[in-house]
């Protein structure tokens, strides 16, 4: 396998990242790794050198994978594949193998994918919940996704004792099948001790025009900002660059003590426009202030905008226009508008509803397509940019279990959009399934099951996905999951990487 060296710009980053089959990314300086050496033992050893010059740790991973079954449930291992494999990959007709929860309406591919499937690097400590809430990207030839510990200062375990919130952005080049860290939050914040630091990215990573990918950061629970002691004044908009590797701030607190759990940057004209949670409930006299909206100039360092009766999740963005789109509630609400051309006023309501849980990128045809969020008989929407009208084009389910759709994305073409079912978890009750919506024939179609064939063949579950995207030939859908692994008793507590590899016969034009 190919090696991947990462030489940081930045004094947040760690020189010369490595990530090969035997290594795992450090990402915060004086990380523990902490590796089961034999049974009933767990060793948390400190790594100061590369991890390629200490032939302990690649012989300890041995080690711990000799007796897998004798691991006591509770005890913290960071997940690997079976060999120390950092990628997998399989051709099964399983693939196509619909569990009895599947309507029989719904269509089931006929050519048999090829699946990839990793463990996301930089896992090695145990954390709240190893987890993704915010959509990914595909750029240059290569993915882009986030993942977080879910911690904060004061929620720590032994095995994490130099840990205490962090989200990390990776890079995976599909062709060489390797991971890049390119951010690692705490360490471009370097926050004093004790104080606030978050422990997730919620927010969807966009590349602006500078080639800089561009997120906000988001708390890993609501004790985290409402604490006084962690002195809490407001979240974070960072970027960091793939070309170079270096990772900065762009500013703090656009809204003072809100967190940035939504987000979508303008990329030709450099405007990242959020939708906030509010860090103390204690600090709202109304619910209006809970949520939000902003517009914040990434070029000037300029706030446009801020009011309340912010997105209650999900933006469309109109990147032929300018104008965002949002609704303030994930059910079918009614449409606000922001218009960046008269910047100090406040967004306006249009003719129409929709629902908008979240939205595609905009088609070349000027379309976006949004999903709903009403707990039962959740749909897709499409929303034309042109004309500004929305349409429910066909529910989301595809059979007895979820249908909470939290990342939606379209093909180049505009002609396929992609889904899975189950953002928050219960996906697998419906196979792990990866849907292709065809806008043009409004017909569901499954590509893939992932479960239960990843989870027998690897001891592992995708249970959901907050995190979809597709490349830009139409050819391949990554997807970021929340995983479970067989014997640790959590709902999740692992972060995957499937990439789906679609046949020609089952994205014809």
């Given amino acids: 396998m190919k090696t991947t060296f990462h030489k940081s710009q930045n004094s947040s980053h760690r020189a010369w990242q490595r990530i090969t089959p035997t290594s795992q990314p450090s990402g915060r300086k004086n990380h523990v790794i902490a590796v089961l050496l034999a049974v009933f033992a767990l060793v948390a050893t400190a790594v100061s050198a590369p991890p390629a010059t200490n032939k302990a740790v690649p012989a300890a991973r041995d080690a711990a994978r000799a007796k897998p079954a004798l691991v006591p449930p509770k005890a913290w291992v960071p997940p690997v594949l079976p060999g120390g ?11 196509l193998t619909p569990p009895a929860t599947i309507d029989p309406d719904v269509q089931i591919a006929k050519a048999v994918p090829t699946v990839d499937f990793a463990y996301f690097p930089g896992q090695t400590y145990r954390a709240e919940i190893w987890s993704t809430w915010g959509d990914s990207m595909c750029a240059n030839g290569k993915y882009y996704a986030s993942l977080g510990d879910h911690m904060y200062p004061g929620k720590k375990y032994p095995e994490s004792s130099d840990h205490h919130g962090a989200a990390y952005i990776y890079e995976y080049d599909p062709a060489a099948k390797t991971f890049r860290l390119l951010m690692n939050t705490s360490d471009v914040l370097k926050m004093p001790e004790g104080e606030y630091i978050p422990g997730k990215i919620h927010s969807r990573l966009d590349m602006g025009s500078d080639g800089w990918l561009y997120c906000g950061t988001h708390r890993g629970s609501e004790k985290a900002t409402a604490n006084p002691l962690l002195k809490y004044k407001g979240d974070w908009i960072l970027r960091c660059n793939p070309a170079t590797g270096k990772s900065e701030v762009v500013v703090q607190g656009p809204v003072p003590r809100h967190c940035i759990p939504n987000s979508a940057l303008d990329a030709k004209r450099m405007i990242f426009y959020g939708g906030t949670a509010i860090g103390d409930k204690k600090d709202s006299a109304n619910a209006e202030d809970a949520i939000m909206f902003f517009a914040y100039d990434v070029v000037n360092h300029k706030l446009l905008y801020s009011g309340n009766n912010g997105p209650a999740r999900g933006m469309i963005l109109a990147s032929s226009t300018g104008k965002v789109y949002y609704t303030p509630g994930t059910s079918l609400s009614p449409i606000m508008c922001y218009d960046p051309s008269t910047p100090g006023q406040p967004p306006k309501q249009i003719p129409g509803v929709i629902g908008n849980r979240t939205a595609t990128r905009e088609t070349p045809g000027g379309m976006v397509y949004t999903t709903s969020q009403a707990g039962i008989n959740s749909a897709m929407y499409s929303f034309d940019t042109k004309t500004e009208k929305a349409e429910m084009l066909a529910p989301l389910a595809i ?11 379209a093909d180049p073409g505009g002609r396929y959009v992609y889904y899975t079912l189950g953002a928050h978890g219960g996906s697998q009750a419906v196979g792990s399934a990866i849907v292709q919506f065809d806008t043009k024939t409004r017909k569901k179609k499954v590509i893939a099951f992932l479960s239960p064939f990843i989870q027998k063949k690897y001891g592992v579950t ?32 692992t972060v995957g990487l499937s990439v789906i590899h679609i046949p020609a016969a089952e994205r014809e034009p």
């Fill in 462 to 493: 995708p249970v959901g996905s907050f995190s979809i995207s597709v490349d830009k030939k139409g050819e391949t859908v990554f997807v970021t999951w929340n995983c479970a692994r067989d014997g640790v008793g959590k709902a999740w507590d």
């Fill in 399 to 409: 059979g007895k279990g979820p249908d909470y759709v939290a990342a939606v994305e």
């Fill in 85 to 95: 494999k950092w990628v997998v990959t399989d051709t099964s007709p399983d693939f």
